[in-house]
């Protein structure tokens, strides 16, 4: 090697480039490559969708800096389509599709991930959403067209649903699994598929697609959609081959295996970004998270760690937030599936609060849902959707995550108050509460397990309103609203479980306090999250 360090990164965007840039704010002497196999190696990847709506028009603002721009700030060596096609670790070298061998001292590997196209007949007419080059592909082939098919209903999918039904297309979503939004239990994804309905956007789960023409998509249930435009949305996988081929280690799911340090099985050689595996908040085990924010501060670590200082990385919560028509769906760690799938006893909040007072103009209601570990208070994840105020929250439960705070602890959090932003209790609040209730044995029943209690002998009660139960209600409730229930009490059994709910829990706590202070019943639970959890879940079937 030269007298002159040269780290080599192959990959840039988020990670690489974060990289690239912080090591170079570090180590002004070192010679850095960059190796980007597109045509552009600094844009707003996230962004790419609200380029083909019409939202970003220009598309040079999804265009962060040029292989010139970055020579000029950061005396970078960068080289865009220029893909990187073996590694001799021995010789530490990396040769190009050019055929250059280029020697380093420390490599970095930051290729992302690759969209998954299923092995179905003319797959090659659908178009996927990763680089530039493929935003340009989408929006040549939009004008004109009027209907399209997206193959696949998590984020990127859902985002150029929404942005092609801005540009006036008819658009079909179609889901394998049965819901959409697969980091959500399905109560949640189904506030989210109520909005995507209503704003024209066809949904089909359970739902294979076997066929793409140049104008359809075919189903298993020969079903043919209209499709001027199809894209696939299925998912990603890592760009890991290269690594694969130079026998690094890497996990069944192909991630690269790294540790604390993002250091490969090779101590030369670094993995970042979509590629590399990172270790789960909850469980510890190997996971495969492509978010940017986990890319971009994984490249400042690698980029302190190559400079020689002690800095190690952290497990993963995968935080992440979409919007759609006006709707935001927010999540972080495990869902209810996960932890169920786990083995975890869990303890399961839902509740609807306003996102500021109630009585200031402009609140809207929120659905959040914490998943709790029963044995030990820890919060294992949460799910909020909304039209305000989702972000904040997730942010804040994320942020309690990662200190290590209990779900009761939620309950003494100062949160700024001030009627337009928030509530005396904030949500977050109202959630620690609610925990604390459950804690010292407050019983609550979740929307799925109602069917199975009402079989096997409870009795249901209903405390809303008259009106409200007019307007909708659980088949087989007994109706006493909440302001007749002490009065009333006597028609319900001395014996045997009652269960109460009111439209979104709070009326039902009250009433299963009452019911349980007055000896009611051998046993009293609130519906948690009320009749609107059921509701969300029971669309959803």
């Not at 190696?41 to 010139?68: K, Q, W």
């Not at 490599?107 to 797959?123: D, E, M, N, Q, R």
Request: net charge negative.
């Amino acid at each position: 090697m030269s007298s002159r360090p040269t780290t080599v990164i192959v990959g840039g965007v988020a990670g690489g480039m974060s990289t690239a840039t912080r090591l170079r704010r570090n180590d002004e002497h070192r010679r850095i490559i960059v190796l980007e196999a597109s045509g552009h190696v600094s844009f707003a990847n996230c962004g790419l969708p609200y380029h083909v709506g019409g939202v970003i028009p220009e598309r040079e603002a999804l265009l962060l800096h040029t292989p010139d721009s970055l020579k000029e700030r950061f005396d970078l060596d960068v080289r865009v389509n220029t893909r990187a096609t073996a590694i001799d670790r021995h010789a530490r070298t990396v040769t190009t599709d050019s055929g250059e061998v280029i020697p380093y001292d420390t490599l970095v590997l930051s290729p992302g991930a690759t969209p998954f196209l299923p092995p179905i007949k003319g797959i090659e007419h659908a178009l996927s959403l990763r680089t530039v080059e493929d935003v340009d592909r989408i929006s040549a082939a939009v004008p004109g067209a009027t209907s399209a098919v997206i193959i696949g209903g998590g984020f990127i999918g859902l985002e150029m649903a929404e942005n092609l039904r801005r540009r006036g297309l008819e658009v079909t979503v179609v889901e394998a699994g049965p819901q959409i939004l697969a980091p959500l239990d399905a109560e949640m994804a189904g506030v989210v598929a109520k909005r995507m309905r209503d704003n024209g956007v066809r949904i089909l789960t359970n739902s294979q697609a076997t066929q793409v023409t140049a104008n359809s998509v075919v189903t298993a249930d020969a079903t043919v959609l209209p499709a001027d435009v199809t894209i696939a949305a299925i998912g990603v996988r890592p760009a890991s081959s290269l690594a694969e081929d130079a026998g690094l280690e890497t996990t069944g799911r192909g991630g690269i295996v790294v540790d604390s340090a993002q250091r490969t099985s090779d101590p030369h050689i670094f993995a970042l970004g979509d590629a590399a595996a990172k270790k789960d908040h909850v469980s510890d085990e190997d996971t495969l998270v492509p978010l940017a924010q986990t890319a971009n501060r994984h490249g400042r670590l690698v980029a302190d760690v190559i400079a020689g200082r002690q800095v190690s990385s952290l497990p993963v919560l995968g935080t992440a937030i979409v919007g759609l028509f006006g709707l935001a769906a927010a999540t972080t760690g495990w869902n209810e599936k996960r932890a169920r799938a786990a083995g975890k006893t869990v303890r399961i909040i839902h509740l609807h609060p306003a996102h500021h007072a109630g009585y200031y103009p402009g609140a809207s209601q929120l659905h959040m849902k914490l998943v709790i570990d029963a044995d030990t208070d820890a919060i294992l994840g949460a799910q909020i959707v909304g039209e305000e105020g989702a972000d904040k929250r997730i942010d804040i439960i994320a942020t309690a995550m990662r200190a290590g705070l209990s779900a009761t602890d939620l309950a003494d959090l100062e949160l700024a108050y001030a009627p337009q932003f928030g509530s005396a209790k904030d949500p977050i609040n109202i959630a620690g509460f609610i925990n604390d209730n459950l804690v010292h044995g407050e019983e609550t029943v979740q929307w799925h397990e109602l069917d199975a209690r009402i079989t096997t002998g409870a009795t249901l009660v209903d405390v809303r309103s008259t009106t409200e139960f007019a307007s909708g209600s659980i088949p087989g409730a007994l109706n006493i609203p909440l302001d007749e229930l002490r009065a009333r009490h006597g028609e319900l059994p001395a014996e045997g479980d009652i269960i109460v709910h009111c439209q979104v829990g709070l009326r039902g706590h009250t009433a299963a306090c009452l019911l349980k202070n007055l000896g009611v019943g051998t046993s009293v639970a609130n519906l948690d999250g009320g009749y609107l959890t059921w509701k969300h879940g029971k669309a959803t079937l």
